[in-house]
Each structure stands twice: as C-alpha cells, then as structure tokens.
C-alpha cells in the first residue's frame, strides 16, 4: 500500500507544479498515460493470482480515484486563474460612452463621375470603360497623331516598359480619346457613348496632376453634326451646374482627331473674377481617318466627339483653386464633400 501512497503524493506534486494547463496534461500522462504509474499498476494486476488481485486491486482503483480528483482539481484552479487574470487585465468599463462611427464619403471626382454619367445617360449616351494601359496604336495612330507629334515625346507621355503581345509600345493612356476607336470597334452605329476614367501626363501645376481624370464622348450617326455638339454639350454642362444661364465658348482650336476642332471654355466667378473663362473640354467633328479607323465610311458617317477635363467641372462646380487638393488626401479637404 505505502508504495500506491506514494503515487498520490507524487501527483499532488507534479500537478501543483504545472502553470499552464498544457503543462497539467503533460503531468497527467506520467500517472494515467500509456506508461504512467498507475497504468503499469493496473497491468501488473494480471500476474496476481486471485485473491491478491482482488485486495490489490481495489487498492490501485482507489489510487486512481484519488489522482483524478487531484486532476480534476488543479485544472479547475488552473482555469480560474486564468478567468481573474482576464478579468483584471481586460476591465470593461460599460458606461464609459460609446466612439461613434465617423460617416465616410465618395470621393469629389467619384461623385462629379457619377453626376456626369447620370445626366448623359438621360439623354441616351451608354457608359463604357476601358484600359489604362493603353498601346500606341489606339492612343495616338488610330487617333490620326503622326508618328512625330509632340505628345508622343518620352516628355509628355508616361511609357510602360513592357510592348503588348504585337510588340507595341504600351503607355499609360494620355487621354480617354482611345475608347472613341475601341468602343467603335465593337459596337455599329448608332454609337452614342461616353468613357469616364483616369489619364497620365507628366504634367504638374495647380491645374494639371500627372494622374488625372477625362471623359470621352462620342456620337457617330448619318447625320450628327456640329449643332447637334453644341446643343448637348450645352444641355449637360446647364444640367450639370443647374443653371440655364451658364456662359459658353466654342473656340476654335486644333487636335489631329477632330475637323474642325474646337475648345470649350466656361465663364466662371463673379466680382472681380468675372470674366474669367476655364477650358473644360475640346471637341470636335470626328476626322475621316478616325471614322475610317472605327471600321466605318466616312461618306456614310459622321458625328462629334469631346474629351472634358473631370476634375475642372469638379473645381467649377465646388469652387476649388487647386486640383491637386483632389489627390492629397487630406481629410480637412475631403469631409467636406461628405
Ligand atoms: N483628347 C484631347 C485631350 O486630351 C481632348 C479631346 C479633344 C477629345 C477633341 C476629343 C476631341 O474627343 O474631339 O486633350
């Protein structure tokens, strides 16, 4: 009996040694385990004969019952304390008041997008969006830029270093005007569409960021001329500003995509800013070869495209003077348009 005695002692021990539950298991296996004290007690038994096992036996079951309630015990202790350790490191104070949840907001380019989309969806325009990375056919050639146009100029033009799969150079799309051609492409006349979407120049000054957003429109039919421009560019800008009385300048001007070509200027402030004109678009008869490159006959087709500057309608419309206050993020800036 002294040496079952024994067992009991050793587990009172060992499982008032272990800190951490894991530790706990491990000492239970030194009793109970395969191998244990105990389980090798229990096996001895065998080679008892009778009436020896009978006595011995009921010895080692008590022995046994003795080390799973010191087991049962330390792990429950175990488990206590690590409740009244949670308890005083994790105070929860339930009423302190609650931090509320700051509302976000879409962005002031987001929103002008929308706004915009919204207004030339009425009048009929469907909404496509397109590439950024963009090959050099569809930015410039399709567009009918010569090969030695400025714009084309490692100054101007963010280049990719990788060529598409026609071993073209790819660039970051300098404008939206290469959706004109890709949308064409795919779609037969009547087209009638505007591309809203990110554009790259090396470009950076209180009016141009090297990132910036154009969108492209495009009317292709019979018979669009260069009233039918003038009438819904007008439309969508008094639309877009909810002003019937906004001033408008179509001034001559030259791009190789468009003929005749114009710029579209808007009077803006009043005081002693009145007089002041902010291009926001140029636009455009459609050049033969472009509608030849849509995959059309320029003798059967014609119509307008234009291309606006996203974030001058946005500084018009919410009176901003500098348009890199649209990418710096700050958050002064930005809740206003909450
Ligand atoms: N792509 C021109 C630019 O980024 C703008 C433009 C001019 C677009 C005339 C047009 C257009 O569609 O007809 O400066």
Known sequence: MSDLNHIVDDARVAF?????PADLENEK???LGKDGALTKELKALGALPVEEKKIRGAAVNQVRQQVEALLNEARNALAEAALNQKLATEQLDVTLPGRGLAAGGIHPVTRVTRRVAAIFRSMGFEVADGPEIENDWYNFTSLNSPENHPARSMQDTFYV???DEHGRPLVLRTHTSPM????ARQHTPPIKVIAPGRTYRVDSDATHSPMFHQVEGLWIDKAISFADLKGVYTTFLMRFFEDDNIQLRFRPSYF????PSVEIDMAFGSGPNAGKWLEISGAGQVHPTVIRNFGLDPEEYMGFAFGSGLERLAMLRYGVNDLRLFFENDLRFLGQFK
């Open 161 to 163: 270093e990788d060529k």
């Open 256 to 259: 190789p995509f468009t003929e």
């Open 29 to 31: 296996a030194k009793f």
């Open 180 to 183: 004109q051609v890709r949308y």
């Open 16 to 20: 008032a040694s272990a800190t951490r």
